[in-house]
């Protein structure tokens, strides 16, 4: 149950006390606002509530902070509430249809990426060469030369933090803003958030994750890839494509009796189809769990599925990605865009692991960092995101889809005892594209060997928050979900 | 060239004068490269056997699996180099005699073991770097096939190159810097190591008496220099340069003379080795998104 409060101002701002959790929220979206109405909110606490204002710490797409929001609602009396209409007039829309969230899983050295140290001490800069970018003055290393080429594309964030040093607890943070361990709720992840406030369309799910696998190491999954304690149905719908382009549905592999591997093959898909349709009755069809269902509506819908081939792409656009599991995952994310999934999550393996039998080469460099960067991690990334943003752009689909790429931390600025580097939770960077993104920038900056932020450090909620709100999940909407209720929005990118 | 013990300030102009020149120099004409597969999977390590004179090298498998192929040229044939193997294994080398042969097994969570095999009395000989994290990186086997020497991280945050005998007995650091040394390839005769290094500040080629003395700098370019190899007959080395932004297979003198470029590719170009014959190179190189193995000869560069 949540109660609504509008306050009226040279704009407006809509407040929220969830009674529930007695945490409150604001926002500025039409749509919630509608939403608001439609679910009879209460305003009898008005006075009260003014008064708690602190205790919102969010930051809107606007620009209007807790502060604006305490000052706003100390000097204006009741009276001054605007009405609905006034609201939806200065509301703000969504500022995109798609979120394209890629992880790094594993976690990229920083220092050998996008923010070098070159002139920091040889143990700490390591051995790469730094290169000029389109940017004045910002350079990067040497083995993303194609990115750097591009940096009038993208924003570049150079101070995130994060507050767990393993790799399932951070990948927990990055995916929900929140921690995990034994006894702790688990949070819903972000696409799962955006599933659950979009709904469920027909044919593709909300929440599509492109991956091996869950994200996981070689103990266990991360806890926070789905919906968490919301339950499976907000999990992501998981389709693996290999570096043919070649997909694959795990889920219909819980079907008994339908097993449809290759479905990028149309004669195989017919053949599979047809198979599905003579043993699928009503009844099966409800002992289904919502991810078998949904992976059933799926490949009954032609549209939706051709969504999935990737033969219906030039060659040479295919081969712009590179034959790699991670390009061509890229290639079907776009793909989705089109098809205007809302959520699509793009990991780059399954394992976080860089070298261990049965792994799939994750960013987790603890040993060979020099020798895997250069010969193969950093090519495959330099060459199938700058493609992926080519694409993008080239088709306009980046006013509608905010790209953000990212690991779950960095790496020790100061080289580990196995020349290579660790885990480095203090700083690390972030890319992000679209939306309203203004590109061509540098957000933040580490100190002089990239061990701190010397700026503002914006943590995982921040990320959360702002993906959120550019998906118009505000702080309404959040506080409708009971998510997020802190998470500092990134005013900069915009 | 001069040695890394004596001049530094003069060696620097010197190799700085001759990478300008160099680099000034217009591509030696080479003949169009050959493509050797198609697959266009992730490949590396290429190296020849020296009885059937088949190509070795890694390549990704499977999402989770780097193995070692074997391709015959002749026949354009391909197989597994050890069919039953299921973890990754890399960085293969054959002594002249074909008697041994040695690689690196990926035998734990981020581990990796050096192993050696006795061809004829089949005995494996394995190198166990401890115990955690630790990984034994590139090796080269001597031409005899008596000793082998390979890259290991120091303590200090370095990397250095470790000698061992084919039993892999009596080890011995060969190296001993602040630096990471690492790619090292014996000489035909065995008497000289080439390797990367970043005591130049950056990766850059050296070489060096097979006992570790007499350090001297071949190439010296801010972008990186790596992956040297000897030519059959020792007088050239064929190298990879990210000196104009891109990866490019090189080659120039042993003595670190008359760099000339081979390569001219959008894409990368790296793992490059030569044929037996001395004419060409192989290498991988990345063409439309596929990488694939590629053939070039480099007869008219060999002046």
Redesign the interface.
């Known amino acids: 149950m949540a109660e609504a409060l509008v306050l009226g101002t040279k704009s407006f701002c809509l407040l929220i006390n969830n009674v529930e959790t007695n945490l409150e929220y604001a926002a500025l979206s039409n749509a919630s606002y509608n939403r608001l109405n439609r679910n009879s909110f209460s305003a009898n606490k008005l006075e009260t509530e003014m008064l708690r204002l602190g205790e919102f710490n969010s930051r809107s797409c606007d620009g209007i902070s807790r502060r604006a929001f305490v000052q706003a609602g100390a000097a204006l009396p009741l009276t001054a509430m605007l009405s609905g209409e006034q609201i939806a007039q200065a509301a703000t829309q969504a500022r995109a249809k798609t979120v394209v969230f890629v992880w790094l899983w594993g976690a990229p050295s920083h220092l050998d990426t996008f923010d070098p140290k070159p002139d920091a001490p040889l143990n700490y800069r390591g051995p790469f060469s730094t290169i000029p970018t389109t940017l004045p003055g910002v350079r990067f290393t040497e083995l993303v030369p194609k990115l750097a080429a591009r940096t009038d594309k993208f924003a570049l964030v150079r101070s995130n933090i994060t507050h767990d040093g393993g790799h399932p607890g951070a990948g927990t943070f990055g995916y929900t803003g929140h921690r995990e361990g034994r006894g702790i709720t688990i949070q819903p992840s972000w696409g799962s958030i955006v599933s659950r406030h979009h709904g469920a369309g027909e044919g593709l799910p909300p929440y599509v994750m492109l991956s091996r696998g869950i994200p996981r190491d070689v103990v266990k999954t991360i806890d926070g890839y789905g919906g968490g304690d919301w339950g499976k149905a907000y999990d992501p719908f998981l389709i693996q494509c290999d570096e043919l382009g070649t997909i694959n549905i795990p889920a219909l592999k819980l079907v008994d009796g339908v097993t449809p591997d290759r479905i990028a093959h149309r004669r195989n898909l017919q053949g599979q189809l047809d198979k599905i349709r003579r043993n699928v009755t009503a009844d099966t069809f409800d002992a289904w769990d919502s991810k078998s269902k949904q992976a059933f509506t799926l490949l009954t819908n032609k549209q939706a599925l051709e969504s999935l081939d990737l033969t219906k792409e030039s060659t040479e656009l295919r081969e712009n990605y590179g034959q790699s599991s991670f390009g061509q995952s890229l290639l079907l994310a776009r793909r989705l865009v089109e098809a205007e999934v809302p959520f699509v999550n793009v990991s780059w393996s399954e394992f976080v692991e860089a070298f261990s039998p049965n792994t799939d080469f994750g960013w987790d460099t603890h040993v060979k960092n020099f020798d895997l960067l250069p010969n193969r991690h950093c090519p495959v990334l330099d060459t199938a995101f700058s493609a992926f943003l080519d694409d993008m752009y080239d088709r306009g689909l980046m006013d509608s889809t905010l790209v953000v790429c990212m690991g779950e931390f960095g790496r020790t600025p100061r080289i580990n005892n196995r020349a290579a580097r660790d885990h480095w939770q203090h700083n690390y960077f972030s890319i992000w594209a679209g939306a309203g993104v203004k590109p061509g920038q540098v957000i933040g900056a580490s100190d002089g060997k990239g061990e701190r932020p010397v700026t503002r450090g914006i943590e995982p909620t921040g990320v959360g928050v702002t993906m959120l709100d550019c998906m118009g999940i505000d702080s309404i909407a959040r506080a409708e979900l009971n998510v997020l209720p802190d998470g500092e929005f990134i005013h900069e990118l915009f | 060239m001069n040695s890394s013990n004596s001049g530094p300030s003069h060696r620097h102009a010197f190799l700085v004068v001759m990478t300008v020149l160099s680099s000034l120099l217009p591509m030696a004409k080479a003949a169009e490269p050959v493509r050797l597969t198609t697959d266009?999977?992730?490949k590396?390590d290429l190296c020849f056997t020296y009885d059937t004179q088949e190509l070795i090298y890694s390549v990704l498998k499977t999402?989770?699996?780097i193995k070692l192929q074997r391709l015959n040229l002749e026949s354009g044939n391909l197989q597994d180099f050890h069919t039953s193997a299921?973890?990754?294994e890399i960085y293969i080398d054959f002594a002249k005699d074909m008697k041994h042969y040695a690689y690196i097994r990926?035998?734990?969570?981020?581990?990796?073991v050096l192993q050696v095999q006795d061809v004829e009395n089949g005995e494996l000989h394995s190198l166990n770097p401890g115990g955690g994290?630790?990984?034994v990186?590139?090796l080269t086997i001597s031409p005899d096939g008596q000793n082998i020497v390979y890259s290991f991280?120091?303590?200090?945050?370095?990397?250095q190159l470790w000698q061992t005998d084919n039993r892999l007995q009596n080890k011995k650091e060969l190296t001993k810097s602040?630096?990471?040394d690492?790619y090292p390839r014996y000489s035909p005769t065995g008497n000289v190591i080439t390797f990367t290094s970043?005591r130049s500040?950056?990766?850059d080629i050296f070489r060096m008496s097979a006992d570790g003395t007499g350090i001297f700098q071949l190439t010296d370019n801010?972008?990186?220099d790596?992956r040297p190899s000897f030519s059959p007959d020792g007088s050239k080395i064929v190298y990879t340069s990210?000196r104009q932004?891109?990866?490019e297979i090189f080659i120039m003198n042993a003595d670190g003379s008359n760099q000339k470029q081979v390569t001219k590719n959008p894409g990368?170009d790296?793992f490059a080795c030569w044929h037996p014959d001395g004419k060409r190179i192989l290498y991988v190189a990345?063409v439309?998104?596929?990488?694939d193995i590629y053939s070039i000869s480099v007869e008219d560069m060999r002046d």
């Open positions: 266009g999977r992730m590396q999402p989770q699996l299921n973890t990754n990926n035998d734990g969570n981020l581990h990796t994290f630790a990984c990186r590139a991280p120091e303590t200090n945050g370095s990397q602040d630096f990471i690492a970043t500040g950056n990766f801010p972008g990186i790596t990210l932004g891109n990866y990368k790296d990345e439309k998104g596929k990488r």
